[in-house]
């Protein structure tokens, strides 16, 4: 007998039917003897429907109010998911992020979680109930309501079960696991049947959308065992194949699942991206600052940043932004920055993409970068930045590579046999 | 400069363009220097839309979980609301019932309030605020969500005027006013610029929709000056005009009111009502229970109750139900209560109404009954049934002679005439 928390999306929960069967897949695993508290999110187009109404009467919304009225999304669903159990026969109890309670800090739509003060279910499961608690919510030190930000149910479910030492924390979503790399890209994209903490924290940097990267995170520093897993499957599948399906998020430090692991575990492909290049400024200290703060002050986020060496004590610094940043941030370091800081020009380029390799094995392994250089230089692909972390390594290149990439790097990792 | 609560109802708020025109007319009370605290009830329709969610998954819901459902309506309007006031450059904050608090019973889905703080309300209004409360809800003791029932709102903004001793608790609606009687049927009615609580109470028990019966009461217990006004003006109309719109609620021991005051203040009529005689039953201790008992337990409502002098130890029994329940009781009495009872028979009227003249001014006035029977039996209307309390008559006629009977009782009364 098991303590798990899940934690299911705004499409499962999308409809009546939808959450009749969510409650049928919930049912199941309390009748199998697990005590289950169930997230659900909002259903799905709510939170947008409550924020467009905000929007319509204040375009720019007050931040605490447009949380009082965004938390109601998921209050709905835990009641009606509530009811849904009730009327399988399954005792059930709803409660708010205040109610739990979820406290935050007072950052209004994109709350910290603080503490969670789990006695009450703890009481309910005890009873036999299983407990529905709203994510993406909050309440702050002086009792405002707040949210998380958008995946905040994520990051709730997770933050949850690590508040009750829970088993397993399953994550239902409309994927079923974590893939080599994206199968509309390769057909042969293989299911992974685990992957690290690290590794899901890479991939989620990079464009694989499966998880919130704060709710990684979160799985990460409080080690709880995540599981993504499809909401799509028959609601009535026996609890032994559901509990094997997906992807598991273990850490690297169980020696039984390090072994397993291949090289790579993953290609991921992120696009939208652009690349800003400052060129020949003067390679001294404070440089970079003088470049990249004014751009962090605009709220503008900069993923890969690369500095040459210099010559004759000039250099280029190039970095990328989300392609819809492109244009307010040439704007910017054109007006704002160049006048100060004597460079020759700043230039953009709208279509590069993202290619990443992602595996806890390179670690251990050398060579790896050098191979997957020498495949995408026999594609005639041409690399126009590099960037690596310990498992990771990260090439800028012309967007219109991206697929070839992709297919090119999964073959020769050979990432579709297990 | 005075502290008012205003209450406006769903359909006052039903699009984003109204609640912008709420929002006008609450920052010009504001800006003529009142201290302002303002109750929204859920946008039109929002409650029934949640309640019928709730019902396709669960035919009865459970209460606990619909109130956690139903409670969200209110909770989207005061954000939105307290928005709107934002974009008019008034300060605004939104509270909901767990926030104020309204502590309640836990009689989920028509709890009752048992105390308010406002502490939190009277700190917002020092700092120049306007307030934006959600009706409709509260919170127990246990610290799980409720909800006062259907116009529960009427209740909290009456409640809150009582526990912050507002000077004025306005309601805005769709009519503007209370009148002499309805006037699609008399066109000569006319609006009463006050009318005394119990009269007001009278008028919501036969019939007039203006506010729920509840509200009215808490204003009478607590002695809440009490407005209607119409919600459908120009909301930059001057709030001198606006002041002496509507009609007032006022209390008897006024005595400055009470000489203003007609013998009688207005006449309602009720329709959708049935009549059951239960024929030559035994006139004998414990006959009415065992008559009206069996109705009760079956949460069916009986209004008027008549019962005449018995001849040779027999008397008939007569009541009224709402006539959607007519055939539910006849069937009940015929089955379960007839066989122990040894009545002659049970039969049903379907097509009668009740009308009842409601005025203060009958107490300390002799012959106003026999003049609404004078009146009535002139126009050859046959009364049927007959009920009095200190300040109010109530007699049951064929439905067919609801209008005649309104009209020539109003004229008869004068009531056109201030």
Known sequence: MALIVQKFGGTSVGTVERIRNVARRVAKWKAAGHDVVVVPSAMAGETNRLIAL????????????????????????????????????????SYTGWQVKFLTDSAYTRARIVSIDEER????????????????????????????????????AVALAAALKADECQIYTDVDGVYTTDPRIVPGARRLRTITFEEMLEMASVGSKVLQI?????????????RVLSSLTDPLLPVETEARSGTLITFEEDPHMAMEKAVISGVAAQRDEAKITVHSVPDKPGIAYAILGPIADAHIEVDVIVQNVSHDGMTDLSFTVARADLAKALKLLREQVQPHIQCRDVTGEERIAKISIVGMGMRSHAGIAAKMFRTLAEEGINIEMISTSEIKITVVVDEKYTELAVRVLHKAFELEQE
Not at 56 to 85: C, F, K, W, Y
Not at 214 to 226: D, H, I, L, M, Q
């Open 54 to 93: 905000a929007k319509e009467i204040q375009p720019n919304p007050d931040p605490r109010e447009l949380d009082v009225v965004a938390s109601t999304g998921e209050q709905v669903s835990i009641g009606l998911l509530s009811m849904a159990l009730m009327e399988l026969g399954v005792r059930a109890k």
């Open 214 to 226: 704060r709710s990684v995170e979160f799985a990460g520093k409080y080690r709880v065992p995540t």
């Open 121 to 156: 279910i703890r009481a309910d499961l005890k009873q036999g109930c299983v407990v529905v608690v709203a994510g993406f919510q909050g309440v702050d030190q002086a009792g405002n309501i707040t949210t998380l930000g958008r995946g905040g149910s994520d990051t709730s």
